[in-house]
């Protein structure tokens, strides 16, 4: 582990004296604190962060780094919206008075996609009262900040979380898998066409949850379960059949570290070592946790173990946050590790594989 050199997200804070009126309960440290994710480009390692919502943060800036930088520094791509009321005037869901969009929780909901760039499956525990919003697919314009929602907007869930992933399998642009908390379907969203259509059967879940695509197996790794809500799904893990829509529960033989939550992490499959990888530690924080499928994903057991750690290792990272880590913890293939991002506060972490 190392950490990654530069400056916290909190030195680009627009309000660090929290006076303003989009400042909530929480300030800007509640991009990460509130349920916060954030977005890697993994080609130019940029890294990008957007959130806040309900009652902890109202404003809707997006933020970027370059982790190729000597000295990574966060910046703002965009203001928050400066008004003096933060209710939603135009009668919208989405939007504030001001026709951008509404800060939001963000959990598993953001992905990032070849060609387009940072995208935001659905929003949720929208700013101001936690309303669910729109489950629209919104696409981020990393040189203004402005969000664009598609023209489907299909709810599927009667809670407020939500987990997508990116598949490039499917359509000309590929296709967003999607699926809220509570009772819900799993949705895939075809970028290109813009349509939605729920596939498989609606499952009744306790608990957030995380979907991650095999590139590959035409197959989601499924994580359900965290503190605050429980867990549906013993042990936390089950895989979808994408051709099917069917779910199977398979053997996983093995312990998560450190306190890892399935849905409050975001597991991102490395295909240099045949397997998904996931951390949300709050003990034996250096420790990366593997998923490794076996031969036949729906039924043969998966192993669960970690990755290596030096024996000259001396950094070890800071406790997850308390309401998950979700797309912070990313693979950045380039550089040949992983990125952690826990705290406003801090720079950050990367690991070399």
Known sequence: WAAIPGTA???ADPDPGRTEAWAGSGGQAAIVTAW???????ATGRQYCWGGGHGNYYGNELYVRDLSAASPAWSRVSEPSDLASYSTATGTATEYSDGRIRSSHVYNALVWVPGIGPVMAGLSSRATDGGHGSSAIFTFNTGTGAATASSTATNSGSGTGVAACYDSTRGTSGSIWMRRVGTSYIQRHDIAADTRSNVGSQQAWSGQCSLAAHPSGDYLLVGNGDADQGQTVSGGWCVFDCATGTYYTPTFSGAVSGGL???WCQPVWVESLGCFCA??????RTRITTLTPGADPFTDTWTISYLTISGSNTVTPSAAATQGTYGRFAYWEQAGGFVLFNSAAETGYFYTV
């Open 261 to 263: 939550w399935p849905g």
């Open 36 to 42: 916060g994710s954030a977005w890697l480009d993994p």
């Open 9 to 11: 997200l909190s030195a």
């Open 279 to 284: 951390w949300d530690n709050d003990t034996d």
